[in-house]
């Protein structure tokens, strides 16, 4: 169901989010702040995909060093799938440093290993072959561009649209996520105010995507619908 609340609203309501300083006006400590929240807490999932229910674990710590973790588990039965994304934090953006993909139980040529080291260039490694990939610009992985949608939402002011460079194994991905609206959002965990991002197009491959500000902006819900109807969905378990 949509709300009736007005685009410009948002950043006003995420400022009175639980966990971010109403004045400071530092991006970097709301970034600081908005990941922080659950540090340590491991964030529970239902994802619902052609009949099964998996169970998904999502984690963010913050190390000794002031670099940030980012972890995503899931399972099924004797399969499994781990992500792993180590970060730092620079002035409300991230810079990755690491990025692991992992399958248990099943095929391990999708297994890849990004390594950046801020010069420009990441470092492949996967059973289907190393490589090194130039890139200018802000980069991110697929898990730690998920932490910086948060950040951008919480701590900068609205858009249409949020851009985001995704390395991946063959080189760069433009994700582009566009503001749809608030709704509603029924979930395991309760019922939330969401904003609603999407990418892609009906009838192709389409994301959608539920972030509470309640939550820091976290992942209520996302649905991957294929250009066969084929969708996957994940929902917030348990509130955290």
Same mark, same amino acid.
């Given at each position: 169901m949509k709300l009736p609340v007005k685009r410009s609203t948002l950043l006003?309501?995420?400022?009175?989010?639980?966990?971010?300083?109403?004045? +400071? +006006? &530092?991006?970097?400590?709301?970034?600081?702040?908005?990941?922080? *929240?659950f540090a340590g807490i491991g964030i529970n999932y239902r994802v619902d995909w052609k009949g099964f229910s998996l169970? &998904?674990? *999502?984690?963010? +710590?913050?190390?000794?060093?002031?670099?940030?973790?980012?972890?995503?588990? &899931?399972?099924?039965?004797?399969?499994?799938?781990?992500?792993?994304s180590r970060f730092r934090l620079q002035n409300g953006s991230i810079e990755p440093q690491e990025y692991r993909y992992e399958r248990k139980g099943l095929s391990k040529k999708h297994n890849v290993h990004l390594s950046f080291d801020g010069s420009g260039e990441y470092e492949v490694e996967s059973p289907r072959g190393d490589d090194e990939i130039d890139y200018q610009g802000p980069v991110y992985d697929l898990l730690s561009h998920q932490l910086q949608l948060r950040i951008d939402l919480?701590?900068?002011?609205?858009?249409?649209?949020?851009?985001? &460079?995704?390395? *991946? *194994?063959?080189?760069?991905?433009d994700y582009n996520y566009r503001y749809v609206g608030e709704e509603n959002v029924q979930t395991p965990a309760g019922n939330f105010a969401a904003v609603?991002?999407?990418?892609?197009?009906?009838?192709?491959?389409?994301?959608?995507?539920?972030?509470?500000?309640?939550?820091?902006?976290?992942v209520v819900r996302f649905k991957h619908q294929e250009e066969d109807d084929e969708a996957a969905e994940l929902l917030l378990a348990k509130r955290p």
């Open positions: 006003f309501l995420s400022l009175l989010t639980p966990g971010i300083a109403l004045a +400071d +006006d &530092s991006v970097q400590a709301c970034a600081e702040q908005t990941l922080g *929240r169970d &998904s674990s *999502r984690t963010v +710590d913050k190390l000794e060093n002031g670099a940030w973790k980012a972890q995503n588990t &899931s399972t099924l039965l004797f399969m499994g799938i781990e992500e792993e919480a701590c900068k002011p609205p858009q249409d649209n949020y851009a985001y &460079s995704i390395a *991946r *194994r063959k080189g760069l991905s609603l991002l999407e990418k892609g197009e009906e009838g192709d491959k389409l994301e959608q995507i539920w972030l509470a500000p309640e939550l820091n902006y976290l």
